[in-house]
């Protein structure tokens, strides 16, 4: 979501006259776009301004401003010596505006802002368009809700322009965001109904989406996807925990069970889908039972890949006020064994695809001189450094490199 609102932010500064620089001694506007959904990434935006004090030292009147949720959730930054802006989520119309008159702000925010008539460019051709903005859930870890506020869709007919603006600017694959993708509703229009609207694009070749919720997930969602092969078999489902207790308190609405069920499900009418998660370990009050129950899914979901954190506490979240916050240490050590067993399945899962045939569609450049290949079922994919990017080819995979599967080109896919 952050690289979308850099990009849509950067729409908003071309407009204005603004002109982008290649390196950061040129530039006399610095923007920091940051995430507070874990400490550590916190941290790293601390790091980052303190790495600019030499930069602000040389050359004063350079202006840094810092945006994204750190923004919203740590105003104090407005005293640190080398911000001059804080910029929250929904104050972006503003910011460019302020960037050009004033010394120091903090960039009052719009209340429930879309930016729904800011239309992106296709900087690349794997491009990400924003459908909703914000979250209801308040799963009980999460800060989001409380600095992206409340799920607003965003209108179709905006979602489309933007859509078609990005196909006929060059963009091959479109990937729709949001927080959570699949509750999108605006006037009678569901995410499949809007899923199928943006798959009829002439020239589009791929349609993600992420993330989705279990609770939220449409009837009809993994029938579209079934049907229409444009559309991604790819499913980004955060698990959480595997425990039912631990579900409960953190609030996520679903059972080990109903989850089990909706990727059996997933698997019975798509059976190549590709299935990512979600996982936080150390929650408030998860005992070593609860833990291993989560071992036991991971191990009975096979997910693909899975992006897996130690449990932060997040102040102003109603679990970072449960009295059974666990150790660092057994977090920590929790984290390992986790890791441990996934990437063993994550192995498995790539080792599954070698010697497979597959059309694959080729999104961006690789380390080494490769280039990088995203499957119909979102696999990535490395592939020789003659594949074109946005050309499809039907590959081979011959080999894993660690878990990434790498192609050989048998020719072109519509040849
Ligand atoms: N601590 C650790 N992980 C978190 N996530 C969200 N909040 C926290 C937190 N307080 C994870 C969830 C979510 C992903 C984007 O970040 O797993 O799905
Ligand atoms: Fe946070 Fe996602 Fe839960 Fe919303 S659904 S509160 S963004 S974890």
Wanted: a positive charge.
């Amino acid at each position: 979501m952050n690289k979308y609102d850099s990009e849509m932010i950067r729409t908003l500064l071309l407009k204005e006259n603004f002109r982008e620089v290649s390196n950061i001694e040129e530039a006399n506007f610095v923007f920091l776009n940051t995430c507070a959904v874990r400490k550590n990434a916190e941290k790293r935006v601390l790091g980052r301004l303190d790495s600019l004090k030499g930069l602000k030292k040389e050359k004063p009147e350079i202006s840094i401003s810092v945006l994204g949720c750190v923004a919203k959730y740590n105003k104090e930054l407005i005293n640190h010596p080398v911000v001059d802006f804080v910029a929250p989520p929904d104050s972006y119309r503003s910011l460019v505006n302020a960037i050009k008159t004033k010394k120091k702000e903090l960039v009052p925010e719009k209340y429930c802002e879309q930016y729904s008539d800011i239309f992106t460019s296709a900087f690349k051709t794997s491009v990400y368009l924003s459908i909703t903005r914000g979250c209801n859930h308040f799963c009980s870890y999460c800060i989001v809700p409380y600095l992206r506020t409340q799920l607003r869709s965003r209108p179709a007919d905006d979602i489309l322009k933007e859509a078609e603006k990005l196909v006929a600017e060059g963009a091959n694959e479109i990937t729709l965001l949001g927080q959570n993708v699949n509750a999108y509703y605006y006037k009678g229009l569901l995410f499949p109904d809007i899923l199928k609207k943006v798959s009829e694009i002439k020239g589009l070749k791929l349609l993600s989406f992420l993330t989705s919720h279990p609770a939220d997930l449409p009837e009809n969602l993994f029938y579209v996807m079934a049907k229409f092969p444009i559309i991604s078999r790819y499913l980004h489902l955060p698990l959480q925990s595997g425990s039912d207790k631990v579900l409960r308190k953190m609030m996520r609405r679903y059972t080990r069970e109903d989850y089990l069920k909706i990727i059996e499900r997933a698997r019975d009418l798509m059976p190549d889908v590709t299935i990512t998660t979600d996982i936080i370990v150390g929650f408030p009050g998860e005992t070593e039972e609860d833990f291993r129950q989560t071992l036991k899914t991971v191990k009975s979901a096979r997910f693909d890949q899975a992006y897996m954190f130690a449990y932060s506490k997040r102040e102003g979240t109603l679990a970072s006020l449960f009295p059974t916050q666990v150790k660092d240490s057994i977090k920590k050590d929790r984290l390992q064994r986790l890791i441990k067993i996934q990437n063993e399945i994550t192995k498995s899962k790539a080792e599954e695809l070698l010697g497979k045939e597959l059309s694959v569609l080729t999104i961006e450049n690789g380390k080494n001189g490769q280039k990088v290949g995203k499957t119909k079922n979102g696999r990535i994919i490395m592939l020789p450094g003659v594949a074109k990017i946005g050309f499809e080819y039907i590959i081979n995979i011959y080999k894993i490199n660690g878990w990434v599967p790498v192609g050989k080109i048998k020719k072109e896919a519509d040849k």
